[in-house]
């Protein structure tokens, strides 16, 4: 079992920034894929950023693209997003997952039932 807990949501302007974190207990963190994504209200939750079990490789929504940033610190059993130049339509609630990676040769994953543990979400508020 893995128990994952975000952190840093909040209200914030337009344009401005915010970095969100989520910290994992329970196993071996760098076993574990991860990925951040968010649901709006009244819409699917859909995909935000991916980051492999050794932070290497990484991909992000062409939505968020050039604007978040997803990383990780196995030393720390932390995944990071920081989100810059933040828009309106960026407010959701954000969840970070994780998924157990059994070949380390394996990159990120973008869909949300691949991931096997979730954390309880983080508002994120961006008003115009």
């Given at each position: 079992q893995v128990q994952l807990v975000e952190s840093g949501g909040g209200l914030v302007q337009a344009g401005g920034s915010?970095?969100?974190?989520?910290?994992a207990s329970g196993r071996t963190f760098s076993n574990y894929a991860m990925g951040w994504f968010r649901q709006a209200p009244g819409k699917e939750?859909?995909?935000?950023?991916?980051?492999?079990?050794?932070?290497?490789?990484?991909?992000?929504?062409?939505s968020v693209k050039g604007r978040f940033t997803i990383s990780r610190d196995n030393a720390k059993n932390t995944v990071y997003l920081q989100m810059n130049s933040l828009k309106p339509e960026d407010?959701?609630?954000?969840?970070?997952?994780?998924?157990?990676?059994t070949d380390k040769r394996?990159?990120?994953y973008s869909r949300d039932y691949e991931y096997d543990y979730w954390g309880q979400g983080t508002q994120v508020t961006v008003s115009s």
């Open positions: 915010l970095r969100l974190s989520c910290a939750r859909e995909f935000v950023a991916a980051i492999s079990w050794g932070g290497l490789r990484t991909y992000h929504a062409d407010t959701a609630v954000y969840y970070c997952a994780a998924k157990l990676v394996s990159g990120y």
